[in-house]
């Protein structure tokens, strides 16, 4: 944030009195958030089709403690250490969410 201009010359703030015009939020600040017809379609999605194999092995690994497993799984499947720990956190909601 800049501070008011004194309207003087020289100076800490030097230069001509002006009124600051508000500026529209970019397109990029809201890159990654889902809209509401994105995160619908995907619900409906996961209902009809159902899980891949891979996660319903990761989902049985889960059920019997085995994080660390199912992250590396995961991992060979999803390709990425973030990916593979997102996957994991959504599906033990899900399976939270199911109790």
């Known amino acids: 944030m800049v501070a008011p201009r004194s309207g003087l010359a020289v100076g800490f703030n030097s230069g001509h ?3 600051q015009i508000a500026v529209a939020p970019k397109p990029s600040n ?3 958030a889902l809209s509401q017809k994105t995160r619908f379609v995907r619900e409906v999605i996961r ?3 159902g899980f891949t194999p891979y ?3 990761v989902m049985e690994l ?5 994080d660390k497993r199912a992250l590396k ?3 060979k499947r999803m390709g990425t250490h973030i990916r593979a720990k997102r996957k994991r956190e959504e ?3 899900l ?3 199911r109790k």
Not at 62 to 66: D, F, H, I, T, Y
């Open 17 to 19: 009195i002006t009124t």
């Open 30 to 32: 809201r890159k990654g």
């Open 47 to 49: 209902e009809v089709s």
């Open 55 to 57: 996660e319903r092995r």
């Open 62 to 66: 889960l059920k019997v403690g085995k």
């Open 73 to 75: 799984l995961l991992k």
């Open 91 to 93: 599906i033990t909601n």
């Open 95 to 97: 399976m939270r969410r």
